[in-house]
């Protein structure tokens, strides 16, 4: 079964600009989940997606938005971009949104914004 | 809130055994799990524990103690592919985070 796949894996932008990332799950998984990765800031999550709905944010500015597909595959968007945006980027998947299933993580995206 | 603490760097010797430690603050708690990354790798799944008590898988096993809001993970025979940073995390129903991580262990294998 092929794991979580997520494109582009590095991503160079300049401030002001915005990005579209992509993942896909692994297959049968419905529920995708979006963290931020920084040296200072560790993992942080951003949100999770269900059936095309947002079931859950973390504490990030409206700039940061996303979306499921039918077919489960997510997106996520950073409109505006600062410096401070600039991490790994890393979705993960799992059966449900039940709290105690696994998390499967995708290699990520490295953004680096200029 | 929500908060977890573990080391941020530990060193060990090939072979030998490390014990990386992880103590939480959080409600509705509904388990601790581990994550191992390599550098500009992925978080992989370790292990999860909900229960009291020791878990073992291979090389690795991680134990809980939710009276204590504690737990660990423990890598025996260590080897060099062994160095990467180790996460712990906390599965809650508290807020809307699925799961909240610790900051992150780095372990570096010497021979």
């Known amino acids: 079964k092929a794991g979580v796949t997520q494109t582009p894996r590095y991503l160079i932008k300049t401030r002001g600009q915005q990005v579209t990332l992509s993942c896909s799950p692994i297959s049968g998984h419905r529920s995708v989940s979006w963290y931020q990765q920084t040296p200072g800031q560790g993992l942080q999550f951003l949100f999770e997606?269900?059936?095309?709905?947002?079931?859950n944010k973390g504490n990030f500015p409206g700039r940061f938005s996303g979306r499921q597909f039918s077919n489960s595959r997510s997106e996520m968007n950073v409109s505006t971009l600062e410096l401070g945006d600039s991490a790994l980027y890393l979705c993960?998947?799992?059966?449900?949104?039940?709290?105690?299933?696994?998390?499967?993580f995708g290699p990520g995206t490295r953004l680096t914004v200029l | 809130g929500q908060s977890l603490e573990q080391p941020s760097e530990v060193t060990a010797v090939e072979g030998a055994i490390v014990q990386i430690n992880c103590t939480y603050q959080t409600s509705g708690f509904y388990g601790l799990s581990w994550y191992q990354q390599h550098d500009g790798g992925a978080p992989t799944f370790l292990s999860y524990?909900?229960?009291?008590g020791l878990e073992e898988t291979g090389r690795f096993s991680s134990f809980l103690s939710r009276s204590d809001s504690y737990g660990y993970l423990l890598l025996q025979e260590l080897q060099m592919k062994d160095s990467a940073s180790y996460f712990c995390a906390v599965i809650s129903n508290f807020g809307n985070e699925k799961l909240t991580f610790g900051t992150g262990t780095r372990l570096t294998i010497i021979p």
């Open positions: 524990n909900a229960l009291d």
């Open positions: 993960a998947s799992s059966l449900s949104t039940a709290s105690t299933d696994t998390q499967y």
């Open positions: 997606y269900f059936s095309e709905t947002q079931r």
